[in-house]
């Protein structure tokens, strides 16, 4: 149980295009998710904080406008890079918890995300 | 606030060795403790988990960790390496809300 489902798992886009990831916990629901970045070589980057039903806390640094974040249900969130540029390019992985449990993170399996 | 130190970016051990992988937590409450597996190109895995119950955690593959709170550390264990275990490793660290995770640790395995 507890499956989190991320798609796509990699994408390329043009330089100005926006592209949007999607993250769906599959057998539970989950009031929140979590949205990761990470660049080659290093460690995972909380993004945001995505909350079903209201607007979603961004880290320091993390431009909201940018990086928009949709939780319209228990059990989808979404991610939208706005006007991609190559330094967008990165590995974005969600990761989510069931409601009656307040440990063990699920995540997803990410999605590559390169900008040309 | 909640952090965590891995000790050494990279590890290179020999195939049957003993594997050793360090973190160091901080956190101003009762902490849970996780250990990830990333393979290239995929999602995390988790490998175990300490909620506070025993303080010695076993996880998948063979891997444990030992939850030492006066040395507030969670190193990862695994008494004999084998070549499917070469990947990154991720210490993480959650109040129950957030979770923070450490640099990671990449574990090389020599034949």
């Known amino acids: 149980g507890a499956v989190v489902s991320q798609h796509p798992s990699w994408v390329i886009c043009k330089s100005g295009t926006s592209v949007k990831i999607e993250c769906r916990s599959l057998?539970?629901?989950?009031?929140?998710m979590f949205w990761y970045r990470q660049f080659p070589k290093q460690s995972l980057m909380l993004m945001a904080t995505?909350?079903?039903?209201?607007?979603?806390?961004?880290e320091q640094g993390v431009e909201k406008d940018k990086f928009l974040i949709n939780h319209a249900s228990l059990t989808l969130s979404t991610l939208t890079v706005t006007s991609a540029h190559p330094e967008d390019s990165s590995f974005y992985i969600c990761?989510?918890?069931?409601?009656?449990?307040?440990?063990?993170?699920?995540f997803g399996s990410g999605t590559r995300l390169t900008v040309v | 606030a909640q952090s965590v130190t891995q000790l050494g970016s990279h590890v290179s051990v020999s195939e049957g060795a003993l594997v050793l992988l360090r973190c160091n937590y901080s956190?101003?409450?009762?902490?849970?403790l996780f250990w990830y597996v990333q393979y290239p190109n995929q999602g995390l895995q988790l490998l175990l988990k300490?909620?506070?119950?025993?303080?010695l955690v076993k996880g998948i593959n063979g891997f444990e960790a030992e939850f030492k709170k006066s040395e507030t550390s969670f190193h990862l264990t695994k008494p004999s390496a084998h070549m499917s275990d070469a990947a990154e490793y991720f210490c993480?660290?959650?109040?129950?809300?957030?979770?923070?995770f450490g640099s990671g640790t990449k574990l090389n395995v020599k034949p």
């Open positions: 990761s989510a918890r069931p409601l009656d449990r307040d440990y063990g993170y699920t």
């Open positions: 057998d539970f629901q989950a009031t929140t």
């Open positions: 995505s909350n079903e039903g209201s607007k979603a806390t961004y």
């Open positions: 956190s101003s409450v009762p902490p849970y």
């Open positions: 300490y909620t506070s119950a025993a303080t």
């Open positions: 993480a660290v959650s109040d129950g809300g957030r979770i923070y």
